[in-house]
């Protein structure tokens, strides 16, 4: 295995999941593949949807008030309540403290 020079790595400040540019500050990256770099919001993404593949794996009450809130917050979107001025900040930043 080979490591990349620095200056070569700086230039990948992409995201690999929805392809924006970012900051390095910005962005994860993998452990084994360091070239790969994901940015803040889709880590998040990929975040509840790891936990949301754990829960159909392990059911329990904690997994159900989950998807109850993901059942939700997937109306909420296809509604595009989500981005209609104060309500959406406000449902923005109720999304920011859930699981
Ligand atoms: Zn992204």
Do not use: F, N
């Not at 790969?36 to 159909?56: I, S």
């Amino acid at each position: 295995m080979s490591v990349q020079p620095e200056q070569e790595r700086a230039s990948e400040t992409g995201c690999w999941c929805c392809g924006g540019e970012y900051p390095e500050a910005q962005l994860v990256r993998l452990g084994s593949h360091p070239e790969v770099g994901v940015c803040l919001r889709c880590a998040r993404w990929l975040q509840r949807r790891a936990v949301q593949r754990h829960d159909e794996q392990h059911p329990s009450p904690a997994a159900r008030l989950r998807g109850g809130i993901q059942t939700v917050r997937d109306a909420v979107i296809r509604k595009g309540w989500h981005q209609r001025g104060t309500l959406g900040v406000v449902l923005r930043w109720i999304d920011r403290h859930l699981p």
